[in-house]
């Protein structure tokens, strides 16, 4: 795992968004597997603005939403559809019939999961995966006790994750308490996962995710088995790391010896 710390909230974003446009400046069709929630919000403002200011083309792109709401129709502004096409898809170039996000609001969810694992697979699977982390130390909704291999399926959210998303809903409006998710199997089968993560309320939970035992209680740990994973985290997030000190230093050297290669390179 490459643990990246950065200064605050807009930085991480910023080299989040540029984890992203350098994948798609390598593979325009990028199969990007998308994120939802507080988190990621900067991480698509810059996007939408490296797309206007510097042309990031999105026309070949394909992305899969990690989860949606049971029971909320793509119009609810509290939607997960809503919120992508809100804070994303309607500022950048990418075709709409390259937008899956899980059906949340149809009658059988369970075909709906299925159709939604088939898709995946026929776009190739998913490239790099963007990923927040809730609380209860979970990616996705894949709540604590989630099987390691579980693949898309409906989950019950815990009470904590609903606490944590009531502020996004009106007063008095219920959060709902189902939700349709990619499982932590096809997390894994990501290509690469990007996990990103701001402020002090994250510390505890990134500190047994990225150091503690990998373990259902803290579904994120399962990145721990993953063979390309990059964390970008901001100070405040990071405070609990016992190993920040040599995950900074490694981070130092690693971009010495990157510049040191492409100066090696370059005098070939
Ligand atoms: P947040 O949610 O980005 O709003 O903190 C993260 C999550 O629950 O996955």
């Given at each position: ?15 989040a ?7 798609i ?10 994120a ?44 997960y559809?809503?919120f992508?096409?809100?804070?994303l ?19 059988n ?12 697979k ?10 927040g ?15 390691l ?19 996004f809903?009106?007063?008095?409006e ?14 894994s ?8 993560a701001?402020?002090?309320n ?17 579904t ?28 900074q230093y ?8 990157e ?10």
């Open positions: 795992m490459r643990v990246i710390i950065v200064k605050d909230y807009k930085d991480m974003s910023r080299r968004a540029k984890v992203v446009a350098n994948r400046g390598k593979k325009p069709d990028l199969v990007l597997g998308l939802t929630g507080s988190t990621p919000e900067g991480t698509y403002s810059e996007l939408i603005r490296i797309h206007r200011e510097e042309g990031l083309n999105f026309s070949k792109v394909r992305s899969f939403n990690l989860d949606e709401y049971c029971g909320l129709s793509p119009d609810h502004p509290q939607s559809h809503y992508m096409y809100d804070k898809f309607n500022h950048i170039n990418i075709r709409p019939e390259n937008i899956y996000i899980p059906k949340g609001d149809v009658e969810a369970n075909i709906s999961c299925e159709w939604y694992e088939e898709k995946i026929e776009e190739g699977g998913i490239d790099l995966q963007i990923l982390i809730g609380r209860d130390g979970h990616i996705g909704f894949n709540e604590p006790g989630s099987s291999g579980s693949r898309t399926r409906i989950k019950t959210l815990t009470k904590e994750t609903i606490q944590d998303n009531a502020r809903f009106k007063k008095g219920e959060v709902p308490r189902y939700a349709i998710t990619m499982g932590l199997g096809t997390i089968e990501a290509r690469e996962c990007l996990l990103l701001s402020g002090a994250k510390a505890e939970v990134l500190q047994k995710c990225i150091e503690g035992p990998v373990s259902a209680e803290i994120a740990s399962l990145l721990q088995l993953h063979p390309r994973v990059m964390i970008i985290i901001d100070e405040e997030a990071a405070q609990n790391l016992r190993q920040k000190d040599y995950y490694a981070e130092k050297m690693a971009e010495e010896l510049v040191s290669q492409k100066f090696g390179a370059r005098k070939k």
